[in-house]
């Protein structure tokens, strides 16, 4: 199996934990199957989008990937259409709104790169924010046992 799919089935299975999270705290999440872009899951009770971002290499560079462009176009966060991001960083999972990681982008002009990640096929740009840079404009951040075990949590 390839790395790029291993990274996606992991990927799937984190959002499930998260889906079940919420679920055990009383919302009412709906798994968004395919290849929809807008967000990977939605609670129809507060009517809000989530998006997960799995960047497991942030446990060891100590900076979480913001991808803005692909193909040419807006993509990422310049075109997710989600409430909510949710960082996974495999030991945390870091819960921020988009409007606070444009908000910090413009404070902060973190370095802007242009790379090709594993298992694409043309380059994109992102920017590398240090995960503690992430972490203080966050809503939240909760450890990965804290989400399995469910404690009582709320996020805005």
């Known amino acids: 199996m390839s790395e790029f799919k291993t990274s996606l089935d992991i990927g799937k299975i984190r959002e499930l934990m998260l889906v079940d999270f919420f679920r055990g705290q009383g919302h009412k999440p709906i798994p968004i199957p395919g290849k929809f872009t807008g967000f990977d899951f939605f609670l129809a009770n507060t009517k809000e989008g989530y998006e997960v971002k799995q960047d497991w290499k942030a446990h060891y560079s100590g900076n979480l ?10 993509s990422g966060l310049m075109g997710t259409t989600a409430d909510w991001w949710i960082f996974d960083t495999k030991t945390e999972f870091i819960f921020i709104t988009p409007r606070k990681l444009k908000d910090l982008i413009v404070e902060k002009n973190p370095p802007l790169r242009i790379f090709t990640g594993k298992g694409d096929t043309q380059p994109k740009k992102a920017y590398l924010i240090p995960v503690e840079t992430i972490k203080k404009y966050a809503s939240r951040t909760l450890t990965r046992d804290q989400i399995i075990q469910r404690n009582t949590y709320k996020h805005a």
């Open 65 to 74: 990937v913001v991808e803005i462009e692909m193909y040419g176009k807006p």
